[in-house]
């Protein structure tokens, strides 16, 4: 296995689409056969794959390398997993299953306190692997307060976070750990999860997580381009807007993302179509829909999604009688070709060059969804700078706009539902 950034590897399966990574992690271990360092971090990743996290640490090997779950324990981390390459001598393996070890680790801190569901219901294993992927104490979460701010009193599974932190050290402070962008990548999500449990942000945190991402990013630029490549540079790129996002710098914010827009070919656009939305209409009325188009100018073509299901579609199939909102397939579909116009109207980018196509909700992959989002966090944060603040985005208009970037005049996205945007 080749550290590298194509993003057809097994690597980049891992770090993007696991649920396309299950058949080559069992084909390698087919076709490695018998036991060793290569077949240890197989099966953890396998495992992490399905969702196993503490059957992950239960594995002999990993249980060895954790020891018990303690102050003094997190801090050898590193010096345990030296020993266990010069045991393996050197082999990148090794590093592999340390880097697996503290990805496990870190699904089991967002699993306890985002995702769910609690331990009770998920649990694989008892002893000590329970004891790292659910315990928390005053001491776990005294390893883990950084500049002056504490972790939330109620996090769970601190000591999973803690060797995660551990596994997972900063990009430029890896050592003899694993050297790759990957890890480095991982590197980064830790940083952001172990930021989001803290009463306050921390810019220490801020700049490993962004460190993180530049080395991938600058991994990533070294590759031959490929639609793949497109890809993961949109994924580093969104992940990348989420820590901006998270420290609330607008200006840093929008310059990502024009990027991972640039690399989606992608655009968003607010237009006001004429519609029924409630059951209580009995004329149709003007309503706000937000537009999302894709550009076609002859470059590398969209990595496409193999043999899985197209993404669900954001709108239910059909409406409820005692639903409010009659918001329907078929009323989706007349709403985008009622969106296409002529001669630069609502439904053409005229400032792209080549097809542009408006995209129905089910034509939008996870990662179009998701950039979306970001859209509405950014409109939310620019009306927080106001158009005079450092944040505000006439900054930006001193760097120039990416090749598909929409005109300097077009709405921002925001979502017509009552929520706030997301945090």
Not at 20 to 36: H, K, T, V, Y
Request: proline letters at 7%.
């Amino acid at each position: 296995f080749v550290f590298t950034m194509d993003g057809n590897s097994l690597d980049a399966l891992l770090a993007t689409r696991p649920h396309e990574a299950r058949a080559r992690i069992e084909a390698a271990l087919e076709a490695s056969g018998g036991d060793g360092i290569e077949i240890e971090w197989l099966c953890v990743s396998l495992l992490v794959v399905d969702g196993r996290y503490a059957s992950a640490l239960a594995r002999p090997m990993v249980a060895e390398l954790l020891a018990e779950p303690s102050r003094t324990s997190v801090d050898a981390l590193a010096a345990r997993v030296l020993k266990l390459i010069e045991d393996h001598a050197g082999s990148p393996h090794a590093a592999k299953l340390a880097t697996w070890v503290g990805i496990a680790c870190l699904h089991c801190v967002v699993r306890a306190n985002f995702t769910g569901p609690g331990w009770d219901e998920w649990a694989g294993s008892e002893g000590r692997a329970g004891e790292w992927a659910q315990a928390t104490d005053n001491d776990a979460r005294a390893a883990l307060a950084l500049d002056g701010e504490e972790v939330h009193r109620k996090v769970g599974a601190a000591w999973a976070l803690a060797a995660a932190r551990a596994l997972l050290p900063p990009a430029d402070g890896l050592g003899a750990l694993d050297t790759s962008p990957w890890a480095a990548w991982w590197s980064a999500r830790a940083a952001i999860v172990h930021s989001r449990l803290l009463s306050a942000q921390s810019p220490t945190l801020r700049a490993v997580a962004l460190a993180g991402l530049g080395k991938a990013l600058g991994a990533l630029e070294a590759e031959p381009p490929s639609s793949a490549g497109d890809e993961l540079r949109a994924t580093l790129l969104l992940e990348e807007c989420a820590t901006h996002a998270l420290s609330q710098s607008p200006l840093e914010l929008e310059r990502t993302y024009a990027a991972a827009l640039e690399a989606r070919s992608l655009s968003f656009k607010l237009s006001g179509q004429m519609g029924m939305r409630t059951k209580f209409q009995s004329q149709a009325f003007a309503q706000l829909c937000l537009l999302a188009r894709r550009s076609h100018d002859g470059g590398r073509p969209l990595l496409v999604w193999g043999a899985l299901p197209a993404p669900p579609s954001l709108l239910p199939q059909q409406a409820d009688a005692e639903d409010e909102i009659l918001l329907t397939e078929k009323a989706s579909a007349q709403s985008i070709m009622e969106g296409e116009g002529e001669d630069g109207e609502e439904g053409v980018d005229s400032g792209h060059s080549g097809k542009v196509q408006v995209l129905s909700p089910d034509e939008l992959t996870p990662l179009d969804q998701a950039l979306a989002l970001v859209g509405a966090e950014l409109a939310w944060l620019r009306t927080r700078s106001g158009p005079e603040g450092e944040g505000s985005s006439a900054a930006a208009t001193q760097v120039p706009p990416p090749s598909n970037a929409p005109p300097p005049n077009t709405p921002i996205p925001v979502f017509t539902n009552r929520s706030p945007p997301p945090q």
